[in-house]
């Protein structure tokens, strides 16, 4: 097998991977980026509605980083660890001016200062926007800005695999070159894990096609554990039946969600936020209108804009009038957009502190939502993820260097080690018969909707558990039709299927296990939450067919658990 030297391999270009990059590539060290997509395809520019961010001169006169702070940790139902919410208020303004140094044009007052809306649990407004498709502005602009640093090498539609590890630390990743399936051994003295999220576990999804979990999955049979891995957010305006996301701007510019009889329902569940309260909640409102009998026919409700006007919608929602016509023949401007909740974004992780370093592997990093810090909790706020990103990448950046600094190269060989790693890809392929993939995909699919989804509750996690278990024995002889090796994505689709498995064994029997509701993670049989029992992170590892759970404090500095009302 083909070897490459580096000193610090990211996994993922998104938003974090390039960020974390930048830095360590500004220090003289020498990058490999891998990415299943050209970077500006990742999945942050997916993220349409905003970047959180309190600016001094540019927030609101009564806003401060602590009130931010607050919110983070509120809306996590206090799962956060809240030395790293203060870490993500304080930071946020400097980061916003970085990327607007940088060249990102965001929207701005009439005064020319960079505008602001709100979003769901903010005390005061503090999202910055480039209309609705931040992500994007931001995502070209840090792939620019690192691209051009000389010291980063971008290897674009290759498929990380396994990580390399020995006894301690952390040797390199294998990964395949997926326009012919040959593999290579990048040998790394540091690892930085930003493969971005999962929501291909689920039916309905706002997600692109390639977050399959793969970073987790990876970091779980190199003995790694997760942190919080039962907690999954749930976005309440998917437009029904595609599950494109229509952006949480929609409602931070003035959109109300309305039932068939035409009332504004979120006066039930959030009479002080209403149409702006926490996903969640937003999330289990609506299916809670559905349920009883007040969601339109299909199981969705109206998202109405029509009283902002025609040029307002078109000028900062764009995104959203473009894919409601396009994918559902809707004309926002003159009636209602059809929204359903579906999966949107991960609140577990790789299990790092602050600084993006894994207890368990020497020279192990992860940053964005490949991570759990925890900063998000049980709950992440609308806009926060931008912002986790660029803060916690530069943060994990800054970190790696750090180590490098103090390395000492190990003597022993790992080279077979990666050559058992190569091997373990190729089962598939060899096979003739059996079970095709795609079975096994759109089962698991379907059970995590169903069982492990917005309301949840013992028996159905059981259940999930059991099919979990049943759907890994029937993937050891699961085959694919294509057996060349020119862009075969059967292949990786395929390999995909297997890390989906891992992460969806771990994500259900720590959901199981967790008797309490708390944001996401809402239990119909244990609708309270539980401080004295559950205030606690989850700590999960994979040990064959077996879920290994401990647990970690949550760091609390200032605040307080209190009720979460809104």
């Not at 600016?55 to 956060?80: C, E, F």
């Not at 290759?158 to 390399?164: S, Y």
């Amino acid at each position: 097998m083909e070897k490459v030297n580096y000193d610090v391999v990211v996994i993922g270009a998104g938003l974090a991977g390039l960020m974390a990059s930048h830095e360590i590539a500004s220090a003289g060290y020498s990058v490999a980026v891998i990415s299943k997509v050209f970077p500006t395809r990742s999945h942050s520019s997916a993220a349409e509605g905003g970047i959180a961010a309190y600016i001094d001169g540019n927030s609101d006169p009564n806003d401060n980083p602590d009130y931010m702070a607050y919110d983070t940790i509120k809306g996590g139902d206090y799962l956060v660890d809240q030395d790293a919410a203060e870490l993500l208020a304080y930071k946020s303004g400097e980061i916003v001016k970085i990327l607007e140094s940088w060249g990102t044009l965001f929207n701005r007052q009439p005064d020319g200062r960079i505008a602001v809306r709100y979003f769901g649990g903010q005390t005061y407004p503090r999202t910055r926007f480039v209309g609705d498709k931040t992500g994007m502005a931001l995502l070209h602009t840090v792939y620019e800005r690192t691209s051009g640093l000389g010291k980063v090498d971008f290897y674009f539609e290759w498929f990380a695999w396994e990580l390399v590890r020995d006894e301690s630390r952390v040797r390199g990743v294998v990964a395949f070159d997926m326009r012919n399936m040959i593999p290579v051994f990048f040998k790394a003295r540091a690892v930085v894990i930003a493969s971005g999220g999962m929501g291909m576990l689920y039916k309905h999804t706002t997600n692109s096609y390639i977050n399959t979990g793969d970073g987790y999955a990876m970091a779980l049979r190199a003995g790694v554990a997760l942190k919080d891995p039962e907690f999954v957010q749930f976005h309440p305006t998917a437009l029904y039946p595609s599950d494109i996301l229509i952006s949480e701007a929609a409602r931070g510019e003035g959109g109300i969600l309305r039932n068939n009889k035409g009332e504004r329902f979120m006066a039930r569940y959030a009479p002080k936020k209403l149409d702006l309260a926490p996903r969640d909640i937003a999330s289990r409102a609506i299916l809670t209108e559905v349920k009883e009998g007040r969601g339109f026919p299909g199981g969705y409700v109206g998202l109405d804009l029509t009283h902002l006007g025609e040029d307002y919608i078109k000028e900062r929602l764009a995104l959203a009038y473009e894919a409601a016509k396009a994918f559902a023949g809707i004309d926002a401007t003159k009636e209602m957009i059809p929204v359903r909740p579906a999966q949107h974004y991960y609140m577990g992780g790789i299990d790092v502190n602050i600084e993006g370093r894994n207890p368990d592997i020497i020279g192990l990093f992860a940053a964005g939502e490949a991570a759990c810090v925890s900063v998000h909790g049980a709950n992440r706020l609308g806009s926060n993820s931008l912002l986790e990103t660029l803060v916690f990448g530069r943060e994990t950046g800054r970190a790696v260097v750090e180590f490098l600094k103090s390395y000492t190269e190990p003597s022993s060989d790992i080279d077979k080690e990666a050559e058992k790693a190569e091997q373990t890809a190729y089962d598939v392929v060899k096979r003739e018969s059996g079970v095709h993939f795609g079975e096994v995909v759109n089962k698991l699919r379907e059970v995590m909707w169903e069982d492990v989804g917005v309301f949840r509750n013992e028996d159905r996690m059981k259940n999930a558990v059991s099919e979990i278990l049943k759907l890994r024995e029937m993937a050891k002889d699961t085959y694919v039709l294509d057996k060349s090796n020119i862009y075969n994505t059967e292949f990786y689709n395929a390999l995909e299927m297997k890390n989906m498995l891992d992460l969806a064994l771990v994500l259900a029997s720590t959901a199981l296990n967790r008797k309490e509701s708390r944001g996401a993670h809402y239990r119909l049989d244990y609708p309270k939450r539980d401080d004295e029992n559950w205030l606690k992170h989850t700590i999960a590892y994979l040990r064959g067919n077996t879920v290994e759970i401990t647990y970690k404090p949550v760091k609390i500095t200032k605040w307080k658990p209190e009720e979460r009302v809104y």
